[in-house]
C-alpha cells in the first residue's frame, strides 16, 4: 500500500504483484479534509481513513512518501503530520514500512527523478495497465508508491538476505 500523505489530500493506493510480473491496480482513493477544521480533527479523519483501508486491504507493507523540505513551513508541517499519523497505523498492525523519497519514485517509475506530476502518472497509467490516469495527483502518487515499493522493496528484501546469509556462512575472524 501506498500513502502520499498531506493534510488536506492524502493519497492511498494499494497494488498487487511481484518483481519481474505484471501488477494490478486494487484500489486507489484521496482522503481529504477541510481547512476550515482545526488540525487535530483534520488528523483523526486521516487516521480513521487509513485505518478502514489498512483493515479492509490488509497490505503486506506501506510504503510512505518521505517527507522532505520545501519552502512553505506550514505546508511541510502538515505532511509531516500526516506522515506520522500514517506510519502510526501501520505500525500498530506491525506491518513494515518504507519511506521512498520523491526523487526515487520518479526515477522508479519514470526512470526520471525529476519527472513531473504528469510524467509518473502516465508512467502509473502505463504499468498498471490502466484506461485513465488516476486523479488527482495525490492517487497517481500514492500508486507510484506502492509500485516503487514492490520493485524496490522486493529486491532490497533479496540483497538483505544475501548480506546476512554472507555473514553466517563465514567462520568469524580472529583479532589476534
Known sequence: ?????????????????????????????????SSDLP????LVTIEKGVDAWLDEHRPDAVAVERVFARSD??????T??????AMVCAARRGLPIALHTPSEV???VSGNGRADKAQVGAMVTRILRLDAMPKPADAADALALAITHIWRGGAQARIDAALAG???????????
Do not use: Y
Request: charged share 20%; proline share 8%; net charge positive.
Open 1 to 33: 500500500m501506498g500513502i502520499d500523505p498531506g493534510l488536506t489530500r492524502c493519497g492511498m493506493g494499494v497494488v498487487e504483484g511481484s518483481v519481474g510480473r505484471p501488477l494490478r491496480l486494487v484500489d486507489v482513493n484521496v482522503l481529504r479534509t
Open 80 to 85: 509531516a503530520q500526516a506522515s506520522g499519523i
Open 166 to 176: 554472507a555473514r553466517h556462512a563465514r567462520p568469524p575472524r580472529s583479532l589476534s
Open 106 to 108: 520518479k526515477a522508479a
Open 73 to 78: 513551513v506550514s505546508t511541510v508541517m502538515g
Open 39 to 42: 488540525v487535530p480533527e483534520r
